[in-house]
Every structure is written in C-alpha cells, then in structure tokens.
C-alpha cells in the first residue's frame, strides 16, 4: 500500500531540495503536484484540498522565508501535516481500572472482523493479559465456529452459547464469565452486514447499551477505498466510535481511505492488519506512516518487530559464537527463520531510510532466493551444517538433489559462507589485538 504514493512524494521531495530558494510560485508548483498525487491515491478530494490549504499558509510563511534549507523545511512541514492527518499522537487501547475491560468490534461482513478479534486477543495475551473472545454474531453461518478456530489458534479462550438466538444475552452472560474466570479483556465479535442497514445499527447500539463498552473499535477494510470512508462516518454517527483498526494495509490498494478517514471521522487508527498471520497486527503510528509515505523509513518498527521476533538469550549465544567465529550453516538457517518471522524482506528493507528506494531501483527482493537457500541447508545432515568443509562431491550433489537446485547453487552458497566466516574470523583477529594493547586503543 502507499507505493505509488510514496513514489510520487519522492519526486517532489528531490524537486523541492534540489534548489536553493524556493519561491512562492515553486511552493504552489509542489503543492499542485503533492494535490494531484493525494487525489490519484484515492483521498477525499475535500480532505485533500484541506491537506494542501493548511501546508500552503505555513509553506509561504516565515517559516520558509527564514530557513537556510527551504526545501527541507517544506518537507518538514509536510511530514508534521501529513502525521496530523493520519491522527496525530498515536493512541493505546484503554484499559478499564476494574477489570474486565469491555471492546466491542464493529463493522461489515468481508472487513476481516472474526480475524481480527483474533488477532487482537493474541497481542494482548503475548503482553499478559488474559482475553475472553466472544462470539455474538449468530445469524451468520459458521460464524462462532470460525471465532473458535482462531480462538484456539491464538490460545484464547472464547464464549460461546451453543444454540443462542439474543446475541445481547450472549454479550452480558459474556461479561460475568469473564468476571468469574479472571480474564480481564473481553473482545466481543459483533455481527456484521454486506453493507449498513438500520437492523444492524439497532443491534449495536443495543449491545453498547447492555455491556458498556471502553473501546468500540470500527474494523475497516483499507481496500474499500471512499466506501471505506463513508461506512466509517456512518458507524460513527450511529454509534459512537472509539478507534479504527484497519486491515489488510499490507495489499496493493492506494491508502487514500486511511489518509481520508481520520480526517473525516475525527476518530484514531489503533491498529492496523499488515498480514493474515496471528501476529499481523501492529499499532498504528501516524509519525512512522508519514515516514514512510515520504521515503524516510520506519526504523523503530523495524526495531520492535526485531524485540518481538528475537530470542534475547539465543541473541547473546549468536554473538558469543560471531566473537569466536564458531558461526554455522545451522546458526544461518535459524537467523533466516527469524528474519521470515518479522515479515516480507522487501518491506522490512523499506523501513530502513534510503534502503527501500535502491530496492525497487534494483527490481525488489527475489524471496525465493532465501526459499532455494533455506532448502539448501535443510537437505544437509546435522554434521554437514556444523562443519560444511566435509561436505565433497558426492555429498554436493546429493544435497542439490534434495533441495531441488543445482550444484552451482550448492557451491554458490558454500563459498559465500567461506567467505563471511573468514571475515568474521579477521575481524575477532583485530579485536583481540586491540585488546591485547596492539592497538592504540581497543576496537569496539
């Protein structure tokens, strides 16, 4: 998502430094570019307009006037515009002082609702909290089954009443459960609608009224595009929202529901869906977004994602191991793992300031080079992977044969790994001279 948004403020971006002053006229030139790719990327053409209005008052002001480095400053103040109409300060799920705390998911059928309740338990039992799911969407078929496979998958219990028909009952019943078996969240799955009607706002309203909830969090499809952003601005009038998670922000469509909603609605994006994994979810921050959007990168999710995916104690062990060049194939397979457990390489690169941009330059990460290299090293013996020098002729090709490459590919990668073990080898070398006082002072 954003891609060809971030494309074109990029373009902008080199434009406006590019020059040394920045006349009014320039300004305006940018300002109906940064205009026309708001509109391309399906934003609210009011939201747009009032976008580039209040970029232009600071843009042509003393603000830029004064700056050593206009063109810098007018990107300044588009990232501070940009982070206030994604919502501004991000936002935490609130939680209740007396326990249990109540979130009620609203939203159509097709938006991801039963998914992200899921979702949504797993982050908070891996933070230590102990969720209830519940299931209140009744007329759907399969609808509780479905909360309970993910119930199980996320390790969450869910409450269910097998044959109930008055989804507010099942919602109040849910509460005292959870009050009894000392869970202190109760994330209620709410029956949805293929589009508005006043029979689902009736029965919303209703539940908000039985459980009181703290959150009431509108779950959104960033695929609808402006139908995203109209549904939005109905669930608020009619029921009072607290928050938006919006999913699938990992597909291709243009975000300009994202950048439209919060404008409109006035209401925060909590969190949003980047992955049909228990882990895909991740909260929203408006800052990085607008980061992101413009080239800039997003290197603190980059080191959460990292904090949340690594095993510290296996951590220290790899690096005892780099000290002493005693890295393996077996070590490299594991880091391969993890790496595949924080998401697609190609957006972990784009987090990375600069990086992202000499990516899609260079045609993208092939993944499936890491796949082939994976299997490589899965069709070796234990031994092999310890000690890949005894790894002969006959050995290279039965390996080929098992990962299903070549022996060029083998070979390939045995001499890559020779090679970064002789530097990781060199570079212990000069530590310890340095420590031994060869050196005029020890390296880091």
């Not at 938006?244 to 969190?271: H, N």
């Given at each position: 998502?954003?891609?060809?948004?971030?494309?074109?403020?990029?373009?902008?971006?080199?434009?406006?430094?590019?020059?040394?002053?920045?006349?009014?006229?320039?300004?305006?030139?940018?300002?109906?570019?940064?205009?026309?790719?708001?509109?391309?990327?399906?934003?609210?053409?009011?939201?747009?307009?009032?976008?580039?209005?209040?970029?232009?008052?600071?843009?042509?002001?003393?603000?830029?006037?004064?700056?050593?480095?206009?063109?810098?400053?007018?990107?300044?103040?588009?990232?501070?515009?940009?982070?206030?109409?994604?919502?501004?300060?991000?936002?935490?799920?609130?939680?209740?002082?007396?326990?249990?705390?109540?979130?009620?998911?609203?939203?159509?059928?097709?938006?991801?609702?039963?998914?992200?309740?899921?979702?949504?338990?797993?982050?908070?039992?891996?933070?230590?909290?102990?969720?209830?799911?519940?299931?209140?969407?009744?007329?759907?078929?399969?609808?509780?089954?479905?909360?309970?496979?993910?119930?199980?998958?996320?390790?969450?219990?869910?409450?269910?009443?097998?044959?109930?028909?008055?989804?507010?009952?099942?919602?109040?019943?849910?509460?005292?459960?959870?009050?009894?078996?000392?869970?202190?969240?109760?994330?209620?799955?709410?029956?949805?609608?293929?589009?508005?009607?006043?029979?689902?706002?009736?029965?919303?309203?209703?539940?908000?009224?039985?459980?009181?909830?703290?959150?009431?969090?509108?779950?959104?499809?960033?695929?609808?595009?402006?139908?995203?952003?109209?549904?939005?601005?109905?669930?608020?009038?009619?029921?009072?929202?607290?928050?938006?998670?919006?999913?699938?922000?990992?597909?291709?469509?243009?975000?300009?529901?994202?950048?439209?909603?919060?404008?409109?609605?006035?209401?925060?994006?909590?969190?949003?869906?980047?992955?049909?994994?228990?882990?895909?979810?991740?909260?929203?921050?408006?800052?990085?977004?607008?980061?992101?959007?413009?080239?800039?990168?997003?290197?603190?999710?980059?080191?959460?994602?990292?904090?949340?995916?690594?095993?510290?104690?296996?951590?220290?062990?790899?690096?005892?191991?780099?000290?002493?060049?005693?890295?393996?194939?077996?070590?490299?397979?594991?880091?391969?793992?993890?790496?595949?457990?924080?998401?697609?390489?190609?957006?972990?690169?784009?987090?990375?300031?600069?990086?992202?941009?000499?990516?899609?330059?260079?045609?993208?990460?092939?993944?499936?080079?890491?796949?082939?290299?994976?299997?490589?090293?899965?069709?070796?013996?234990?031994?092999?992977?310890?000690?890949?020098?005894?790894?002969?002729?006959?050995?290279?090709?039965r390996i080929a044969r098992g990962s299903g490459t070549s022996i060029?590919?083998?070979?390939?990668?045995?001499?890559?790994?020779?090679?970064?073990?002789?530097?990781?080898?060199?570079?212990?070398?000069?530590?310890?001279?340095?420590?031994?006082?060869?050196?005029?002072?020890?390296?880091?």
């Open positions: 998502m954003f891609e060809a948004l971030q494309a074109r403020f990029q373009t902008i971006i080199r434009t406006l430094t590019g020059r040394g002053v920045l006349s009014e006229a320039d300004v305006d030139a940018a300002l109906r570019e940064v205009r026309l790719a708001l509109l391309e990327a399906d934003v609210n053409f009011k939201v747009a307009k009032t976008f580039v209005d209040r970029v232009r008052a600071r843009a042509v002001g003393a603000e830029i006037t004064k700056s050593l480095a206009p063109g810098h400053e007018v990107i300044k103040i588009v990232h501070e515009e940009l982070t206030r109409l994604l919502g501004g300060p991000s936002r935490e799920l609130r939680f209740a002082e007396r326990p249990p705390t109540v979130v009620l998911l609203a939203g159509l059928h097709g938006a991801g609702k039963t998914t992200t309740a899921g979702k949504l338990a797993f982050r908070l039992r891996r933070r230590g909290r102990q969720p209830l799911l519940v299931a209140t969407d009744l007329k759907r078929p399969a609808a509780v089954t479905q909360l309970q496979v993910v119930g199980r998958q996320a390790g969450v219990p869910v409450f269910a009443q097998q044959g109930a028909t008055d989804p507010l009952a099942v919602a109040r019943a849910s509460v005292a459960a959870a009050q009894a078996g000392g869970q202190d969240t109760v994330i209620i799955d709410s029956a949805g609608r293929l589009h508005i009607d006043d029979e689902l706002m009736a029965e919303l309203r209703a539940t908000r009224e039985a459980v009181r909830p703290h959150e009431v969090l509108l779950v959104m499809d960033a695929m609808a595009g402006q139908d995203a952003v109209t549904m939005a601005a109905r669930f608020h009038q009619h029921l009072g929202l607290d928050g938006l998670i919006v999913t699938k922000l990992d597909g291709d469509a243009r975000g300009g529901a994202v950048l439209s909603v919060v404008e409109v609605t006035g209401v925060p994006v909590l969190f949003a869906g980047t992955s049909e994994k228990l882990d895909g979810l991740e909260p929203f921050h408006p800052d990085r977004m607008a980061s992101r959007i413009l080239g800039m990168g997003d290197v603190l999710t980059l080191i959460e994602r990292a904090q949340e995916t690594v095993d510290q104690e296996s951590a220290a062990e790899l690096e005892r191991k780099l000290r002493r060049a005693e890295f393996t194939l077996e070590d490299f397979r594991q880091q391969l793992r993890q790496v595949k457990k924080m998401g697609p390489l190609e957006s972990l690169l784009e987090m990375i300031p600069g990086v992202g941009r000499q990516v899609k330059a260079a045609g993208g990460v092939d993944e499936r080079q890491m796949r082939r290299v994976e299997a490589i090293i899965d069709s070796m013996t234990p031994e092999e992977r310890r000690h890949p020098q005894v790894i002969d002729g006959s050995r290279r090709r060029q590919d083998v070979n390939r990668l045995l001499r890559q790994f020779d090679e970064a073990r002789r530097l990781i080898r060199s570079v212990g070398e000069i530590e310890k001279r340095g420590k031994r006082g060869k050196f005029p002072f020890p390296l880091p």
